[in-house]
């Protein structure tokens, strides 16, 4: 180990062992900027609803120069605590590969390394830091943000409190004959879906708390988002809809100060090309169509996630799906306002959301299709194996024992249930390095795949007198083309390739402007199943990846020659006359 692993490691707050709390996180974004100055960056990009910073990390020398960038951000829903962790492993791994350049991170080959070092990692570790904290100091249930700005809130609501005052919110279960749920006899404290054969007691389940606007009559409904508004996710630009349309919509796009500060940090960032957007749980990868189903997906995009699943499957076992076709909650009914939504459509990025944690698989339970069933058809039976799974292999953390409460407005109930927090929503302590490492082991392979604009000639050709004829070859080395994605091209700012040649000295470019539109290039990737190379008819595409372009100038000196766009930072060479 170098002595430059050796600092990296000193430095860890123990994200890949725990959840960090904000002040944690915060000291260990804060140890690296000040440890590697020369290859960390630490800004701010706005403030959350109670003014905790929400911190991005750039990763690689000269962060403020331009070149394809990929963006991984975690915990913008408050539970998800895992993706903290994740995103910091992230960051840490991609760290390494330049303090300690002939380490073999995550078994990359050498000369893809040198690939991912020249590719910036911007990193969000936490979108909803009020969230998370709220999360990991009371247990309390919160989707994105422990605030509520809602005027309608004369109703009868749950607002969730710690009514014992042992410090953590859990459940109240309360007898009642009409019960939906029963006591295990194996696991005496988990509740089960009742069924006709059982005989009792039955319960009816509440969150620990109270009735805010209570009749003293009519229990109103739990919902998760019944005393905290919005669901961030759903609070992006991207066919944004309003409520009813939407639940957790917010009151418009990007209103809250989290998602503003994303929307307005990516749209400042036109180099990002690839985005990570991590979640849990459930152990898939989902990607784009989020509103279509693939028949209208451009299919060499679809082969490029293609090459991303088989990466997926080796590196984190985890499968791919299409949103739109396994995971929308109704069948036919997209999402609204989502984050990767946004950042492939307006961002032109490749974007994925990982739901990390396969706890499906933790406890054997069959691949359900759509994939999104898996979160409502869980047997009885499966529920048992996840007592016995938090008993046996995560310490007992989740399933807590109920204990009598007499309840002000209730009267005599019973506070426990699943802690969620660990093991349930998010790895056990034991599994969450491995969940960092094979994250880690996907995104860096993605980053490995940004398109790589050079140079390749620039020559000077006597033209008779004092003039030469400029020769410039610009070429495409890097896996994508220039514009990322199909579906990006068109947009507006996606600017195709410009050149533009400067005369230092006694010269100067005549008969043609300095500077010319090059074109977007096409990248040496073609994805998976795309039916390149088959032995049948092996052919590959033509010189899309290259332009070669000529000036005249006159005189003697230096020419400059610069070649790029916003999507993909410059590349310069220069030729004496």
């Not at 309390?140 to 004369?154: F, G, I, L, Q």
């Not at 859990?170 to 404290?189: I, K, W």
């Not at 003039?467 to 199909?486: D, F, K, Q, S, W």
């Not at 010319?516 to 795309?530: A, C, K, M, P």
Request: glycine share 10%; charged share 25%.
């Amino acid at each position: 180990m170098t002595a430059g692993s050796a600092r990296i490691d000193e430095l860890a707050r123990g994200f890949r062992e725990r959840y960090l709390t904000y002040a944690e996180l915060t000291e260990q974004v804060t140890r690296w900027a000040e440890a590697f100055p020369h290859l960390v960056s630490l800004t701010s990009i706005g403030t959350s609803g109670a003014g905790r910073d929400i911190w991005l990390l750039a990763i690689g020398p000269e962060p403020e120069r331009a070149r394809p960038a990929v963006w991984v951000d975690g915990n913008l829903h408050a539970g998800e605590l895992a993706g903290s962790s994740a995103a910091l492993a992230i960051a840490e791994d991609a760290l390494r590969l330049h303090v300690d350049p002939d380490a073999e991170t995550r078994d990359l080959p050498g000369h893809v390394r040198a690939l991912v070092r020249d590719v910036l990692f911007y990193v969000v570790p936490r979108i909803s830091p009020d969230g998370a904290e709220e999360v990991l100091s009371t247990g309390r249930v919160v989707r994105s943000v422990p605030r509520d700005e809602r005027p309608n809130r004369a109703h009868a609501r749950w607002i969730q409190s710690d009514m014992d005052g042992d410090g953590v919110i859990l459940h109240m279960r309360v007898r009642d004959p009409a019960g939906e749920l029963v006591e295990s006899e194996e696991f005496p404290g988990l509740l089960l879906p009742r069924r006709i054969e059982d005989q009792g007691p039955y319960y009816k389940l509440y969150p620990e708390g109270y009735i805010e606007n209570f009749d003293g009559r009519h229990i109103p409904d739990p919902g998760m988002t019944a005393d905290n508004d919005p669901d961030l996710n759903r609070n992006f630009p991207w066919a944004w809809r309003p409520e009813p349309l939407q639940a957790g919509a917010g009151p418009y796009p990007a209103s809250e100060p989290e998602s503003r500060a994303v929307v307005e940090a990516a749209v400042a960032r036109p180099h990002i090309f690839a985005w990570l957007n991590l979640h849990t749980f459930g152990g898939v990868h989902i990607r784009p169509l989020g509103d279509r189903p693939d028949s209208k997906m451009d299919q060499g995009d679809l082969a490029v996630f293609r090459q991303l699943e088989a990466w997926a499957k080796t590196y984190t076992g985890y499968p791919m799906v299409s949103g739109y076709e396994e995971f929308t909650y109704r069948p036919e009914t997209p999402l609204h306002g989502d984050l990767t939504d946004f950042a492939f459509h307006q961002r032109g990025c490749i974007a994925l959301v990982t739901e990390l944690w396969d706890l499906f698989a933790r406890l054997g339970v069959e691949r359900k299709k759509p994939f999104v069933h898996h979160y409502t058809h869980l047997t009885r039976e499966e529920m048992v194996r996840l007592a016995r799974f938090d008993a046996e292999q995560n310490a007992g953390r989740a399933l807590v024992p109920w204990r009598p409460f007499s309840h002000p407005q209730l009267g005599e109930v019973e506070i426990g249930g699943f802690d969620t927090r660990v093991g349930v929503v998010n790895p056990s302590y034991e599994a969450l390095p491995g969940v960092c490492a094979g994250q880690s082991s996907l995104w860096l392979r993605v980053a490995a795949m940004a398109p790589k604009v050079v140079i390749r000639r620039l020559e000077a050709a006597p033209a008779g007198g004092d003039a030469h004829v400029i020769t410039m070859t610009v070429e495409n080395h890097g896996y994508l083309p220039t514009h990322i994605t199909a579906e990006a091209k068109d947009l507006p700012w996606n600017e195709p390739l410009w050149a533009e040649l400067t005369a230092e000295g006694e010269c100067e470019v005549v008969g043609e402007a300095p500077r010319r539109e090059v074109g977007h290039l096409e990248g040496w990737g073609t994805g998976l199943q795309s039916g390149t190379g088959v032995p049948y008819f092996q052919r590959t595409r033509g010189g899309g990846a290259a332009r070669t372009l000529e000036w005249t100038v006159r005189g003697r000196g230096r020419i400059r020659a610069r070649v790029g766009s916003c999507r993909v930072g410059t590349a310069e060479a220069t030729v004496e006359l």
